[in-house]
């Protein structure tokens, strides 16, 4: 796990080691044990070093083959380099390093563009062929490991974050006003763009070609999602006894490591079997848990600290646990630093995130996180059940755009965004929404077919959007967060395993407020038990029932209290005054209707205020005074005036 950044000019003009040095600086928090440039000309290629596998200099970055003709600069874990490692030396091939970087760059050379279907793990690097003048940038299946892109002129720029990009001093930074819509109609970013306009984030599953005498840069998808009913189902037996070969054989896998490795431990069942797993391995793991001070909470969220689950299950798998409590102050004070790591912001409340990976970064290296159990076996039944009864494509679409639409209602968005409408009025949210689900290739003949289209949504964004959050956070602190449940192999059986197996009662279903406090999936679950129904059913071979059996709580702080009563000055000075700086892009009392709303308790807009005080920080970091927008705004200023005089 590491960072990467990267010039390519396309003029022919040379690299600036200086103008490298910076964007690979910017990214010295993913890389604190080493640092390297190589520049061939009219390519730069930087890396900053987190060093889990082969922690010695051979596995040094940027890498080159041993004619110098390949370079590879990269990110991320390949977790099956062994085996392939193995199968390249009976090519011939002769490595100096025990890592996979060098495994990386051997494949990439040998097999080309076919190498990254091989590779079962997560990553996101650059690859320079010297002789044909030409780089490729790809990204792991299913986007763990991020990577950025945007183009001054003919130079193309690339980051594994975008501050990476931000930092060469020919980049020039605006916001993006179609990303703004765009975030607060989904509290995400279904498109490749960013807050930053011109900065792109590269598809999931996707590479990239650009050669000198190229005219653009060319994206292509190498893998995707294709959930679907099988042709042939296996007895319920048969998918239990592979579904626990596979789960056990990917923690396993992601095991393999130099340095040390812990666990999350939330107190739930997805981030709980991966610990009851890794304890079997490494005795006396490591686990983290992050609790919420409750004595301004209210109601359901009174039930959100979930530390009394998580102590249980470190006394029953011996862990040597650690555990933080988060209070209203400590998200007032992370948010500047949460801003400043993501980039831009993403699904939910992240600060727990944050701070959980600050914890754990104080004693390892590298920790495994129950990411993607939910968006593979079924974790969110409400959700597909909104659309389940379409009885067609559009019909689906609307039904599930409208389940979608998270932040601002669709009758005042006109109303928000009246300073900049002109400038946004051409997006259209559900067309954004459509041509995601256009992708999944899928005959829509009965509810589990719309389901299993639900499922590929799901993945594609809301999934994408939890990694990239995961990622940044973690990597903030320099620590590497790993995800079994998205190992190759449990991946390609989810995708293909019948939905009855994960939900049952299609008919029986209600729908849930995403705004509303408490955890959904318990309200759900309470009525119907439902959802991860083979999960729940394999993983009670690891956990306790009362674990197994139990509804998600979700990793989420008690916002909708805070909001009203601890964090009240905190939502007043940043946003209930005249002077915010989002009030540029959107109507000022518009938003405090709608955050009057909340905290009158009208409407819960807990989400809602997370995501302005997060864009009202970003536009602060990034346009207010002492940004670098505006310090170069001044500096043309005082250069007209000069000029002037």
């Known amino acids: 796990m590491c960072g990467i950044a990267g010039i390519f000019n396309r003029s022919g003009k040379p690299v600036s080691r200086n103008a490298l040095q910076q964007m690979t600086e910017a990214l010295a928090h993913r890389g604190p044990d080493g640092q390297g ?99 490729l940038i790809c990204r792991d299946r299913y986007g763990i490991k991020p990577l950025y892109y945007a183009f001054c002129g003919k130079t193309l720029l690339i980051g594994s974050e975008v501050q990476a990009i931000l930092a060469n001093p020919a980049f020039e930074m605006s916001p993006d006003m179609e990303g703004l819509l765009e975030y607060f109609t989904f509290q995400n970013f279904f498109t490749d763009r960013t807050l930053y306009k011109g900065v792109h984030l590269l598809p999931a599953g996707s590479y990239a070609r650009l050669a000198e005498n190229s005219q653009e840069l060319s994206v292509h998808r190498y893998w995707d999602y294709r959930f679907v009913e099988p042709a042939q189902v296996r007895s319920e037996a048969e998918y239990s006894e592979e579904l626990d070969r596979l789960f056990r054989q990917a923690v ?86 949460i801003m400043r790591h993501l980039g831009e912001p993403r699904v939910g409340q992240s600060y727990p995130n944050y701070c959980v990976a600050k914890l754990a970064a104080r004693f390892v290296k590298v920790v495994l996180a129950g990411t993607g159990g939910d968006e593979l076996f079924g974790g969110y039944p409400w959700r597909y059940y909104s659309a389940a009864s379409s009885s067609n494509f559009e019909e689906f679409v609307d039904h599930y755009y409208l389940y ?72 903030a602190h320099g620590l590497e967060t790993r995800v079994p449940f998205l190992d190759n192999d449990l991946v390609d059986f989810a995708i293909a395993l019948p939905v009855r197996l994960k939900l049952g009662k299609l008919r029986d279903s209600f729908r849930i407020d995403e705004n509303e406090p408490g955890p959904k999936s318990a309200k759900y679950y309470s009525r119907t038990h439902n959802g991860k129904l083979l999960l729940r059913r394999v993983m009670e071979r690891h956990l306790p029932a009362e674990i197994s059996q139990a509804p998600k709580q979700g990793f989420s ?89």
């Open 37 to 135: 440039q190589h520049i061939d000309n009219n390519l730069g290629l930087g890396h900053r070093r987190l060093a889990v596998l082969d922690p010695t200099p051979n596995s040094h970055q940027p890498m080159q083959s041993p004619d110098s003709r390949y370079t590879l600069s990269y990110n991320g874990e390949i977790y099956n380099f062994r085996e392939l490692r193995t199968e390249l030396e009976s090519l011939g091939y002769r490595f100096r390093s025990s890592g996979d970087t060098e495994v990386a760059l051997y494949a990439l050379m040998e097999w080309g563009i076919d190498a990254l279907s091989r590779f079962n793990g997560m990553f996101a690097l650059a690859f320079w062929d010297s002789r044909q003048r030409e780089l």
């Open 404 to 475: 979608w639409q998270r932040l601002i209602p669709n009758q005042v968005i006109k109303k928000v965004f009246s300073p900049v409408w002109p400038q946004v009025k051409g997006v259209w949210t559900r067309d954004i929404f459509r041509d995601v689900l256009k992708q999944h290739p899928n005959q829509l003949r009965s509810p589990e077919d719309y389901i299993n289209q639900s499922f590929y949504l799901e993945a594609k964004t809301f999934l994408h959007a939890l990694l990239n959050i995961e990622d940044k956070l973690s990597m």
């Open 252 to 337: 396993k896998r992601q095991l393999v490591s130099d340095v040390e490795v812990g666990a999350y431990l939330s107190g739930g069942m997805d981030s709980g079997s991966i610990t009851a797993v890794a304890a079997k391995e490494l005795p006396n793991i490591k686990t983290f848990t992050a609790g919420f001070d409750l004595h301004s909470a209210s109601g359901l969220e009174l039930g959100f600290d979930e530390r009394d689950k998580a102590e249980r299950m470190s006394y029953r798998f011996q862990t040597e646990h650690y555990e933080m409590i988060l209070k209203a102050g400590d998200m007032e004070r992370v948010l500047p630093k």
């Open 557 to 645: 702080g008690p916002d909708a209290s805070w909001f009203r009563g601890e964090s009240l000055e905190f939502v007043r000075r940043q946003l209930l005054t005249k002077n915010a700086l989002i009030y540029d892009f959107m109507d000022r009392k518009a938003v405090h209707c709608l955050i009057r709303e909340h905290l009158e308790e009208k409407v819960n807009r807990r989400l809602l205020i997370w995501s302005l005080l997060c864009v009202e920080e970003w536009c602060q970091q990034n346009l207010g005074p002492g940004s670098k927008r505006n310090s170069n705004e001044n500096r043309s200023s005082q250069h007209i005036q000069t000029a002037s005089v």
